[in-house]
């Protein structure tokens, strides 16, 4: 990967982004000041956020997030924003429901407590909601005009209304060839929206390319010149499981992959709330779920490999079509390290896990959804979830995005003409 720093200067005024401290390799270790930066001038490794977490004390740290709002800006001083985030012009994503979800545990034969953390209830209905929250504040600390991002789909409506609201303007870029509801939501907050020709993996490729060119002067790219900013919105997820459980861990959690950056996020979120004693230091097991039509954490994981090789994908899982995951050795030494595993299913699986939900449940996921709850039964049926712990399954987008996957399957019962004869006749009274 080529060394990539803005053509746009970060500025001259400090920029005050509450507890964090800094950024620092998570190859290397080298550090560097807050800026949008995103790659170690020392090794090319990726830049993450560094925290000065001293001097907190754990009771009134906990007082004070209880006493937050219901959204993510409850965790403000665990997150690279303001102090006065609250009360800037933005969405207001995340608390979404943690749902108990009793029906699907007894058809999957979990006894010790499942739970979907549904995040179809944020503003633009996907977990992409949170990280753009944090990349637009620190879009404004930098003096960016325009928001950008290379998508799957979610993340350009996400940063579509985030920035219509923020009154920032956007450019997006996503594969030409996305479903009608990912498009039309990216399109319909008013910036502009570009398809290109070829994979998402070509979409970020050619993102790379106008950072670096006087054509991107400006610019703030969520998800690369800004992505660990925006990386730490997925910590939330893992704040907001704990603090709906009690403040305790769960003992095992199933998240989707595409670029593996949501899963190693979720992990930095519970260990800092080790850290900080707002949960109990216990051990959890972290799962990665994928598409088997796009599965290269999946496969590196299977053959106990470090490294991921790339893959052309080809799944209805859109959302989570990216062949060459840029954080994908990352979360295989999670999965390895928690004792988790990363696991995938096929599209038929896809949407029986997605109607499964949705029977059992009332919740209708997008097609990430139907991987989380396919992979969550594969793992339980091989005896690798164990179905005795505590089980948090991610769904991170809503089904009415991905009519597609189930339309086929999902008509009427029935079509009648209008009078009681005809309704007898077709068998479903009593
Ligand atoms: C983007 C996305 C993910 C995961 O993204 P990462 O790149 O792995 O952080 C999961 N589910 C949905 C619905 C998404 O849009």
């Known amino acids: 990967m080529a060394v990539q720093t803005v053509a746009s200067s970060p500025g001259t005024t400090p920029v005050d982004l509450g507890p964090a401290a800094g950024l620092s390799c998570r190859e290397c270790g080298h550090r560097v000041p807050l800026g949008p930066v995103f790659a170690c001038e020392e090794c090319f490794g990726p830049l993450e956020i560094a925290y000065d977490f001293s001097g907190y004390d754990t009771e009134e740290l906990r007082r ?255 959302s989570l079509a990216i062949g060459n995951p840029a954080d994908g050795p990352y979360v295989l030494d999670i999965a390895r390290r928690t004792g988790g595993a990363v696991e995938d299913v096929d599209d038929a699986q896809i949407v029986d896990a997605i109607k499964l939900l949705a029977r059992t449940e009332g919740i209708f996921a997008e097609t990430a959804g139907g991987v989380t709850v396919g992979v969550t039964r594969k793992l339980i049926e091989n005896g690798v979830v164990d179905p005795a712990l505590t089980t948090v399954v991610l769904n991170t987008g809503d089904g009415l995005k991905t009519l597609d996957a189930v339309a086929p399957t999902s008509g009427p019962t029935a079509t009648i003409r209008p009078n009681l004869d005809a309704f007898r006749a077709a068998g479903l009274a009593g």
């Open 64 to 318: 004070r997030i209880e006493a937050g709002p219901a959204s993510i800006w409850r965790y403000a001083p665990l997150l690279p924003v303001p102090a006065d985030v609250a009360r800037k012009p933005n969405l207001h994503p995340g608390w979404t429901k943690l749902a108990k979800a009793d029906n699907l545990a007894r058809e999957l034969g979990v006894t010790g407590g499942l739970y979907i953390k549904d995040d179809s209830g944020n503003p633009t209905h996907s977990f992409k909601d949170r990280v753009v929250a944090q990349a637009l504040e620190a879009a404004r600390a930098f003096g960016f005009t325009t928001l950008s991002c290379s998508s799957t789909g979610n993340l350009a409506g996400a940063v579509g209304a985030a920035a219509a609201r923020a009154g920032f303007r956007s450019c997006v870029f996503i594969p030409h060839d996305l479903e009608a509801g990912k498009v039309v939501m990216a399109a319909v907050y008013g910036g502009d929206l570009v398809g290109i020709e070829g994979t998402y993996d070509d979409v970020n490729r050619f993102c790379s390319e106008l950072i670096g060119d006087p054509l991107g002067e400006g610019w703030g790219f969520v998800n690369v010149n800004l992505r660990p900013y925006y990386g730490e919105g997925s910590k939330t997820l893992a704040y907001e499981i704990c603090e709906q459980l009690g403040w305790r861990l769960p003992d095992q959690i199933v998240i989707p992959i595409a670029s593996g950056s949501q899963l190693t996020k979720i992990d930095k979120g519970l260990r800092e709330l080790i850290t900080l004693g707002l949960v109990e230091d216990r051990p959890y097991k972290i799962f990665g779920a994928q598409a088997a039509g796009c599965s290269p954490v999946s496969a590196a994981f299977k053959a106990g490999h470090d490294v991921v090789r790339p893959q052309k994908p080809d799944t209805i899982a859109k």
